[in-house]
């Protein structure tokens, strides 16, 4: 299911403004629009697979990821979610949803590792995330719990970010450290 308008559950949240998204701490990398390189992974679409290792607490692992969907609500439930309200107008609250599969080797004891190669970027920009914004969302699991996740077993993770009300399109990037991104590709309001 693509890009789509749905309520959101909100609260007073720490916003960081990494993004050009009206302000933040002016780092390169956030303000960049998203650039793949030719070596980069072509685009996915929603709910397509890739496969990607990840250095967890014992061992690598190699897990299936695929972006689900993005769930995007109003201006209004933009300005409650965050504490300072000025800093949201003109922007929207979008959540990524990204299911991570277990393929292959060991069975965590620690919290998980693979949501953190997870960004949104909405008309070449990079939203700016809000920590914690995701973790009641319908469907949505809080990776601090989950215990031993093992071969063959399932998670969504979610990630909240504000981008501008009227982008034409929405990517959902997840990369290895180092990595090139694979980029999901959801239509625009």
């Not at 014992?58 to 109003?74: F, L, Q, S």
């Not at 914690?132 to 949505?140: H, L, M, T, V």
């Not at 031993?148 to 959902?172: D, I, M, R």
Request: proline share 7%; charged share 25%.
């Amino acid at each position: 299911m693509p890009y789509r308008k749905t309520a959101l559950p909100v609260a007073l949240l720490a916003l960081a403004l990494t993004a050009g998204c009206g302000g933040g701490d002016g780092g390169d990398d956030a303000k960049s629009p998203a650039k793949p390189s030719p070596s980069a992974t072509e685009a996915l679409a929603p709910g397509e697979s890739v496969t990607g290792k990840v250095a967890e607490d014992p061992g690598t692992v190699t897990y299936a990821i695929a972006a689900e969907k993005v769930d995007v609500g109003t201006e209004a439930e933009a300005r409650k979610a965050v504490s300072e309200p000025e800093k949201a107008k003109g922007l929207v609250l979008a959540t990524a949803h990204v299911t991570y599969t277990h393929r292959g080797g060991p069975a965590l004891t620690d919290s998980p590792e693979v949501g953190d190669g997870t960004t949104l970027f909405a008309d070449g920009q990079r939203g700016a995330i809000l920590i914690g914004a995701a973790e009641d969302a319908p469907g949505c699991e809080d990776p601090y719990d989950v215990e031993s996740w093992k071969q063959g077993e399932s998670h969504t993770f979610c990630e909240t970010y504000l981008v501008p009300a009227h982008a034409k399109n929405v990517e959902v990037h997840w990369a290895e450290e180092d990595g090139e991104p694979h980029i999901w590709t959801f239509a625009g309001a």
